[in-house]
């Protein structure tokens, strides 16, 4: 009986110790890696946008504004965004006054 619990036992710390050594080889810093360097390239391609242009984030909005302080934007019940202005120009109309 005692070697067959001896046996038991060797035979569950093999599979522990394969468990153990296997696991460092899994994909986890790849990603990591990956994600990160795609990060990077988020933030680079938003830090060279260019001028920066504001738009009310209702969902709605049709015209974009030189300021987050125009008289168009008052009545904006949500956020006061920026936007990069070639975007903006392709996407909305400027702003009567600000324009």
Same mark, same amino acid.
């Given at each position: 009986m005692k070697h067959l619990l001896l046996q038991a036992v060797l035979l569950a710390l093999s599979f522990t &110790? =394969? $468990?153990?050594?296997? @696991?460092?080889?899994?994909?986890?810093?790849? !990603?990591? @890696? =990956?994600?990160?360097? #795609? !990060?990077? !390239? #988020? &933030?680079?391609?938003?830090?060279s946008s260019g001028p920066k242009v504001y738009y009310c984030a209702s969902g709605n909005t !049709?015209?974009? @504004? $030189?300021?987050?302080?125009?008289?168009?934007?008052?009545?904006c019940s949500v956020a006061v965004l920026p936007i990069a202005? $070639?975007? $903006?120009q392709q996407r909305m109309d400027p702003c009567k006054w600000c324009y």
């Amino acid at each position: 009986m005692k070697h067959l619990l001896l046996q038991a036992v060797l035979l569950a710390l093999s599979f522990t &110790t =394969q $468990a153990q050594t296997t @696991h460092p080889r899994t994909t986890h810093k790849t !990603v990591t @890696h =990956q994600a990160t360097a #795609k !990060v990077k !390239v #988020k &933030t680079k391609t938003r830090a060279s946008s260019g001028p920066k242009v504001y738009y009310c984030a209702s969902g709605n909005t !049709v015209k974009y @504004h $030189a300021s987050p302080d125009c008289r168009g934007l008052v009545r904006c019940s949500v956020a006061v965004l920026p936007i990069a202005l $070639a975007t $903006a120009q392709q996407r909305m109309d400027p702003c009567k006054w600000c324009y």
